[in-house]
C-alpha cells in the first residue's frame, strides 16, 4: 500500500496540495475512530468470533475480507465512495478488536489498561509524526526494511496459531509496536514529500500503523500488568 517516494519540488502550489491531503488526511483518520469504536462495542456485545474452534480458519478469513476491502478502497479512492468503503473497512477493524477488547475487560482494571494503550499509542503517533514533519532525514529508505519485517510478522502470527506458543506472542507484538511506529515516520513523510496526493490511501496506511500499535500494545499491557479480583 504504500507507493515509492516522490518530490513535487517547492512550488507554493505543490505545498498547498501536500497541506491539503495531510489536513484531510488527519480529518478521516480521526473520523475512522468512530466506526471503529463502534464495532468494537458491538463485537463485545454479540462476543463477535471468527471460528473461535479454528484459529487458522478465522485468521484466514480475516485476511480475505481485509484484501477485499483495500481492493475496494483502492479502486475508489478518488471518490467520495472510498470514504465510505474506509469507514467500512474501519467497522469491521473495530469487530476484529472486540475480542482483545473484551478479555481486557475481565481484568479489574481493564479500563485502565485500554485507556493506557490509547494514551500510548497517541504518543506514540504524534511523536513519529513529528519527527517525520520536522525532520530533514529522508525516511523513505525505511520502506523495503520495514514491508519485509511486516511480511516476517504476518508469517510469525499465521505460525503461532498453530503453535500457541506464548513467547512468539511476546516477540510478535513487540516487533510489530516498533515496526509500525516506524512506518508512522515513512507514511506521514511520504505525504510531506508529495509521495502520497491521495488522502484516502495515506488515511487508510496510516490508520493501519495506528491500530497495530494499539493492539499490540494493549495486549502486551494485558500479559504484564492484568489484574485478576
Not at 113 to 130: K, V
Request: aromatic share 14%.
Amino acid at each position: 500500500m504504500n507507493q515509492p517516494l516522490q518530490t513535487y519540488g517547492t512550488s507554493s502550489e505543490a505545498l498547498v496540495v501536500r497541506n491539503r491531503v495531510l489536513r484531510n488526511t488527519y480529518w478521516l483518520l480521526a473520523l475512522s475512530m468512530i466506526p471503529t469504536i463502534l464495532g468494537a462495542w458491538l463485537g463485545v456485545q454479540i462476543k463477535f468470533s471468527f471460528f473461535p474452534g479454528s484459529p487458522f480458519i478465522g485468521f484466514m478469513m480475516f485476511l480475505g475480507i481485509a484484501f477485499g476491502f483495500f481492493y475496494a478502497i483502492e479502486k475508489t479512492k478518488n471518490s467520495g465512495v472510498g470514504v465510505a468503503v474506509l469507514l467500512g473497512f474501519t467497522f469491521f477493524m473495530g469487530l476484529m478488536l472486540s475480542r482483545l477488547i473484551e478479555h481486557t475487560l475481565h481484568f479489574s482494571n481493564g479500563a485502565s489498561l485500554i485507556m493506557t494503550a490509547f494514551g500510548g499509542t497517541a504518543s506514540i503517533f504524534a511523536g513519529m509524526a513529528t519527527i517525520a514533519t520536522v525532520s530533514k532525514r529522508d525516511f523513505s529508505g525505511l520502506g523495503k526494511w520495514l514491508f519485509a519485517g511486516m511480511l516476517v510478522i504476518l508469517v510469525a502470527a499465521l505460525a503461532n496459531a498453530f503453535l500457541h506458543l506464548s513467547a512468539l506472542y511476546l516477540v510478535v507484538s513487540v516487533l510489530a509496536i516498533v515496526i509500525f511506529s516506524a512506518y508512522i515516520l515513512f507514511d506521514v513523510q511520504q505525504i510531506i514529500n508529495g509521495g502520497e496526493t491521495n488522502y484516502i490511501s495515506a488515511t487508510l496506511n496510516i490508520y493501519l500503523d495506528i491500530y497495530n500499535i494499539f493492539s499490540n500494545l494493549l495486549a502486551l499491557l494485558g500479559i504484564f500488568g492484568g489484574e485478576r479480583d
